[in-house]
Nanobody
């Protein structure tokens, strides 16, 4: 079955950390760039980070640079988003997504496969 499944969301205090995981299953992801997006209530889905399939190239949204780190474990077909120094504005549903072209874009419509999302709430 082809799917992306996120986990690791939860409630954290301002300044705290969380690590999100995304497990990918299915052949479409063998060459995919894997991205993370987030969507806060009433807002558009926002690009957070992306990593290429080899794991040697990453790209981040301006709002998370220096605080978030994307990584991957190809052997486990799992990708991670380490989030540090969390701020209240990071509260959102976080989605992992796959771009089977491998292009590492930041546009939502470049990604064909999406997980169901995991809620992150940063309490002040």
């Amino acid at each position: 079955q082809v799917q992306l499944v996120e986990s690791g969301g939860g409630l954290v205090q301002v300044g705290g950390s969380l690590r999100l995981s995304c497990v990918a299953s299915g052949s479409p992801f063998s060459r995919s760039a894997m991205g993370w997006f987030r969507q806060a209530p009433g807002k558009e889905r926002e690009f957070v980070a992306v990593i290429n399939r080899r794991g040697d190239s990453t790209y981040y949204g301006d709002s998370v640079k220096g605080r978030f780190t994307i990584s991957g474990d190809n052997a486990k077909n799992t990708w991670y988003l380490q989030m540090n120094s969390l701020k209240p504005e990071a509260t959102a549903v976080y989605y992992c997504a796959a771009d089977t072209s491998g292009r590492m874009g930041s546009r939502v419509n470049a990604y064909e496969w999406w997980g169901q999302g995991t809620q992150v709430t940063v309490a002040s």
